[in-house]
C-alpha cells in the first residue's frame, strides 16, 4: 500500500482558488492510480477526480469538470488538485487515495476501488 498525506485546504471566496497536495510513500506510488475524492457533512463521499499512473488518462466528476485540473509529479511521489472557480458547494474534506489495480473510468470513480487513503483536508467556500 501507499501512505498518503494531503495538504492545502483552507477557507477561500466563492470564485477563488485552491491548490491540493498529496505527498505519498511507497516504491509502488508510480504504478497506483491516483484519485481525489470529497465529503460534504451528511453526505456521501464523492469522486472529484483521477490520474493514470503515467498521467495520460484524466476523469472528472461531472460537477467539477473545466474548473479542477489533476495532475502528478512521481519523481516527487505528489499528486495534485488545482481548484479554480471555487463554489460554496466545493465545500468538503478532501481524499487523497490511491489504487494499483487496473480498471474501468467507472470503476476507478468508485471510492471501494481504492485501498489506500489519506487523513483528508477541509476546503471551506465562503459565499
Known amino acids: 500500500q501507499v501512505q498518503l498525506v494531503e495538504s492545502g485546504g483552507g477557507l477561500v471566496q466563492a470564485g477563488g482558488s485552491l491548490r491540493l497536495s498529496c505527498a505519498a510513500s511507497g516504491r509502488t506510488f508510480s504504478l497506483s492510480t491516483m484519485a481525489w475524492f470529497r465529503q460534504a457533512p451528511g453526505k456521501e463521499r464523492d469522486f472529484v477526480a483521477s490520474?493514470?499512473?503515467?498521467?495520460?488518462?484524466?476523469y472528472y466528476g461531472d460537477s467539477v469538470k473545466v474548473r479542477f485540473t489533476v495532475a502528478r509529479d512521481n519523481a516527487k511521489n505528489a499528486v495534485y488538485l488545482q481548484m479554480n472557480s471555487l463554489k460554496p458547494e466545493d465545500t468538503a474534506v478532501y481524499y487523497c487515495a490511491a489504487t494499483q489495480a487496473l480498471g474501468s473510468r467507472r470503476e476507478y470513480s468508485r471510492d471501494y476501488y481504492y485501498d489506500s487513503w489519506g487523513q483528508g483536508t477541509q476546503v471551506t467556500v465562503s459565499s
Open positions: 490520474i493514470s499512473w503515467s498521467g495520460d488518462n484524466t
